[in-house]
């Protein structure tokens, strides 16, 4: 006992120092199930500490875009790991089908809503940013966009922002 | 299972640090693991915490940052005001409990 209670103490090693670490995520895919991938990772990035920014760009635009934002859906057509014939996924009202079912699994694990989903990454400190180009061909901007989206940037920004991130595209 | 000493207090960890037995907790010894890591604790930190506590016996599992701020009512920046950088796993540290294992 005397030997154990001189012993360092077993204690975590939270790693509070500043290590630098920073994540870019770019998010190019508009489909419900494309958009989880990067707010998961993003939000678990976050909870470690790591500085976090994610791109919205092309199709992903639709994940920060308000009139959007909640109605993202998820089909089967040109996804074989759904397991069921391709041709299914054609029918009249499948994607509507495939959507809701997908959203109710997703919300009984507990895992947010697209919209809050961004809003716990705010929260948690994590940074919005939407594509220049992308808006310009929507013509979209700040009004149509969630209003925690830091601005609408030029890829040369979102890359400079970046500067020494690590570097995920979805 | 190691054996380490937190104040005063002997306590069972897995190899991080972590408590292993749920039942060698009580809030002297909250405070002291707290303080190991640098947070001095406030009733805000308590409500937080005794949330914690009380929901693993029920769960099976420690709740993730998300399950603290919803049920709680602690809003997720607040928690990273009060256990900065990484709340969840710090706040199962101070409680006594495993690291969650859920994604978000």
Same mark, same amino acid.
């Given at each position: 006992?005397?030997?154990?209670?001189?012993?360092?103490?077993?204690?975590?090693?939270?790693?509070?120092?500043?290590?630098?670490?920073?994540?870019?995520?770019?998010?190019?895919? *508009?489909?419900?199930? =494309? %958009?989880?991938?990067?707010?998961?990772?993003?939000? &678990?990035?976050? @909870?470690?500490?790591?500085?976090?920014?994610?791109?919205?760009?092309?199709?992903?635009?639709?994940?920060?875009?308000?009139?959007?934002?909640?109605?993202?859906?998820?089909?089967?057509?040109?996804?074989?790991?759904?397991?069921?014939?391709?041709?299914?996924?054609?029918?009249? *009202?499948?994607?509507? =089908? %495939?959507?809701?079912?997908?959203?109710?699994?997703? &919300?009984?694990? @507990?895992?947010?809503?697209?919209?809050?989903?961004?809003?716990?990454?705010?929260?948690?400190?994590?940074?919005?940013?939407?594509?220049?180009?992308?808006?310009?061909?929507?013509?979209?901007?700040?009004?149509?966009?969630?209003?925690?989206?830091?601005?609408?940037?030029?890829?040369?920004?979102?890359?400079?922002?970046?500067?020494?991130?690590?570097?995920?595209?979805? | 299972?190691?054996?380490?000493?937190?104040?005063?207090?002997?306590?069972?960890?897995?190899?991080?640090?972590?408590?292993?037995?749920?039942?060698?907790?009580?809030?002297?010894?909250?405070?002291?693991?707290?303080?190991?890591?640098?947070?001095?604790?406030?009733?805000?930190?308590?409500?937080?915490?005794?949330?914690?506590?009380?929901?693993?016996?029920?769960?099976?599992?420690?709740?993730?940052?998300?399950?603290?701020?919803?049920?709680?009512?602690?809003?997720?920046?607040?928690?990273?005001?009060?256990?900065?950088?990484?709340?969840?796993?710090?706040?199962?540290?101070?409680?006594?409990?495993?690291?969650?294992?859920?994604?978000?």
């Amino acid at each position: 006992m005397t030997t154990m209670s001189t012993a360092p103490a077993i204690i975590p090693s939270f790693d509070d120092a500043e290590t630098g670490r920073k994540l870019a995520i770019i998010c190019s895919k *508009g489909n419900l199930d =494309m %958009a989880y991938p990067g707010l998961i990772l993003a939000n &678990a990035a976050l @909870g470690e500490g790591v500085e976090t920014h994610l791109f919205f760009t092309f199709w992903g635009f639709d994940i920060i875009t308000k009139s959007h934002m909640a109605e993202l859906k998820f089909t089967m057509l040109g996804n074989t790991a759904t397991h069921l014939p391709q041709g299914l996924g054609g029918l009249p *009202g499948m994607t509507a =089908m %495939a959507t809701h079912k997908m959203k109710k699994q997703i &919300a009984e694990i @507990g895992v947010p809503t697209v919209p809050e989903f961004l809003e716990q990454i705010v929260a948690s400190g994590g940074h919005l940013w939407a594509c220049r180009m992308s808006a310009d061909m929507m013509h979209l901007d700040e009004d149509d966009l969630y209003d925690a989206v830091e601005g609408i940037i030029s890829a040369a920004d979102f890359i400079e922002k970046t500067d020494g991130a690590q570097l995920l595209f979805i | 299972m190691p054996v380490t000493t937190i104040g005063p207090i002997q306590v069972h960890v897995d190899a991080e640090g972590f408590l292993t037995d749920y039942d060698e907790w009580d809030e002297r010894l909250g405070t002291e693991l707290a303080a190991q890591i640098g947070i001095e604790m406030t009733p805000a930190h308590w409500q937080a915490i005794r949330f914690l506590r009380a929901d693993y016996p029920e769960q099976g599992e420690t709740a993730t940052l998300r399950r603290v701020s919803t049920l709680t009512g602690i809003p997720i920046k607040t928690l990273f005001d009060l256990f900065p950088k990484k709340p969840a796993k710090k706040m199962a540290y101070i409680a006594g409990l495993p690291k969650p294992r859920g994604c978000v």
